[in-house]
């Protein structure tokens, strides 16, 4: 059986004050278990940036616990604070965030390079990675020398080079063409099968969600509706349908999902 990895609970975050409070996270508790490829869905504003801006510790929450591997997160201070930031969660961002004057493999080795891990065993995983990924060819060019899928994948590979408990995706297909994007989703979806990796990944493409194993569909700052990919019958296609009912039924309200 899979083991609780990120143990959400209760996770409120207020934004402003005095009679002019936004809500942004109202209660949340789920869990993520380890080695899954958890989705996060809903429409805008409904507080999917701020959920994994607490879990990133870029936003305090304003109630609720945070728990990695039973540790509370917000406990964490000092070095350990900056060893959960730098090496037990990784990012994925929806504009890559590469260093243009650096090569792919240069932005993939810089996190290794700041955290003083031995070359050799940053090289034993980049060989790793761009195997999962496919950027052997790519690793030697400059990011402007590079597609937007292709940014994506070095950008996974920096992300994932440290061996991260989770990666955290914020809209990882958002600047991607379909076809790239799909591409990207099959690494990752990879990254998770073969490799291990767990993935929390928020998104509003629901061909992106179903590739994920669970999805839950976030509201005002509630979950209302959570699916899971049936093993082994059911088809991404079927799954992928599934999705666009619940955000079709999100769009017009939810009273029909629950
Ligand atoms: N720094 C802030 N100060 C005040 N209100 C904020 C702040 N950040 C977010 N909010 C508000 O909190 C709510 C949730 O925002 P959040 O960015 O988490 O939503 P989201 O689901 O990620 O939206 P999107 O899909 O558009 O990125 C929104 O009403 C938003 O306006």
Known sequence: MKEKLLDI?????????????????????????????LGIMGSSGSG???????????VHP????????????????????????GKRIGYLFQNFELLDNLTGRENIMLPPAIQ???EKEGAARLAQLAEYLEIEDILDKFPSQMSGGEKQRIAAAR??????????????????DSKNARSLMEKLSLL???D???????????????????????????????????????????????????????????????
């Open 196 to 258: 291990g990796s767990t993935i929390l990944m928020v998104t509003h493409d629901c061909n992106a969600a179903s590739y994920c194993s669970r999805i839950l569909f976030i509201q005002d700052g509630r979950i209302f509706h959570e699916l899971r990919r049936k093993y082994p019958k059911e088809t991404q296609q079927d799954f992928y349908e599934r999705i666009l009912s619940v955000m079709a039924q999100l769009g017009g309200g939810s009273a029909n999902v629950l």
């Open 159 to 176: 992300a994932m080079i440290l061996n991260p408990d989770m990666l955290l995706a914020d809209e990882p297909t958002g600047s991607l």
């Open 116 to 118: 003083n891990v031995p």
């Open 48 to 58: 999917k940036t701020t959920l994994l801006n607490c879990i990133a510790t870029a």
């Open 62 to 85: 304003t109630e609720g616990e945070i728990l990695l591997n039973g540790e509370d997160i917000s406990a964490y201070k000092g070095k350990r604070l900056a060893e959960y930031r």
């Open 192 to 194: 998770n099968q073969q």
């Open 9 to 37: 609970q209760s996770l409120k975050k207020n934004y402003g004050k005095n009679g002019n409070v936004t809500k942004a996270l109202n209660g949340i508790t789920f869990q993520v278990l380890d080695r899954e490829f």
